[in-house]
Each structure stands twice: as structure tokens, then as C-alpha cells.
């Protein structure tokens, strides 16, 4: 069994466009890729930061359960509103690490065709020369993400409109790193029947089902 740590931003200060918190929105997107995660059936673990959490307190978490896999889920901000796009970053400090930076590759790969701009697979060292504290302090091998800017009305919306491929295109790439297959439930070819009408009288039934037979609808007579 693999052991998956999904944390969420904690950050209830960073308000969006929306008037709503990066952590609220990224708490609902982690709840939805931990969902997908058990869809696939995997032999996965999933554990889970809590809102109360700071972020060194979700670290030490995370590295007191032995898990083998880190994601931490965010939105970015920009003071520019046109600003947008998704990135991902990997472990660089204090050495890189190649694992880190495969799981990146797989998460942008499979979330970049459902984004509408994509800025890039990083460095952690690319923002600070110490490196991002999730992807330097976990013990296991771990990546952050940001899923647009909160402070662009575009990503926003898209989040909004696009939230579950995103999330089941998240678990994807966790099985894609694990190397395991997922399960994909079969589609069911529901149909449903509509009642066209109730008769006292047997021969209005009958000429509503001829109605119905003329104009192409199978029907059929109920006698109760």
C-alpha cells in the first residue's frame, strides 16, 4: 500500500476576485482529487491536512505518517489581474530531487490540456533560494501546485467550470507516479420512462397511445 498526503492551502487571509479564501476553494479542490483517488481503486492511503493547520504544522504531519508522496494544493495572486496561468513546482534544495521533478512532469502533463494558459514546471529555488518549506521539509518526495490566480476573474472562473477534470486529472498523475492503473466505472445506459397521461375512459387511453405511436414513441397501456 502507498501512503498520499493531500494538503490544502491554509491561507483563509488570501481573499479572490470572488470575495472568497484561497484556502476554502483549494479545501474543496483537495476534497475532490481525494475522491478521485478512491474512484481509481488504488492500493492508496489518502490523509489529509486540516484547516487549523499552519503550514510547518501540516509538514510535520505529513512526515509523522511515513507516507511515500506529497501534493500541496494552491491558488497564486498577482497585483496584475491579467496575470494567470498553472504551475507546478519540484523539489530543488538542498539537493534537487528527480522524483519531485517526475511527478511534476506528470501533473503537468496531465493537467495543461484542460488549462487554458500554462506558465511552467519549476524549480522550488525559482521563488527562494532556500526552496519552497513543503517541498525542502517533507521527508517524502513532494510538489506544489497553483491552479491559477485567485486575483484573475479568467482562473477563477475556470477553477469554477473545471474543477472536477481538474481534480480527477490531479489523482491521475498520482497513479501515473505510483505506476499503478485506474479504474474507470463503466458508463450505464440509463433510460427513463415518462407517463403521457392517466384515463378513466379506455378509449382515450387508446387513442393517446396511438398519439404517441405516430409520432415515434414506443408506448404501452397500464391497466391498474
Known sequence: MKKLYLAHSTQFDNIGNDGISEAVKMKEFTDKVAYYVRVGRGDIQIFQNYDSMGLMEYIEHANSLDVDLCLDNHTNASSNQDVRGYEVYY???????PDSKRFADLLWNRITPITD?????????RLYGIGLAFCRETEAVACLHEIGFHTSDLDQNELKTKIEALAKSTALAIYDYFGMSYYEPPIVNVKYRVVCGSFSNKD?????????????FESFLEVK
Open 204 to 216: 382515450n387511453a387508446i387513442k393517446r397511445q396511438q398519439e404517441l405511436k405516430n409520432a415515434g
Open 91 to 97: 523539489s530543488n534544495f538542498p539537493v534537487f530531487s
Open 117 to 125: 494558459v500554462d506558465r511552467g514546471v519549476y524549480p522550488d529555488t
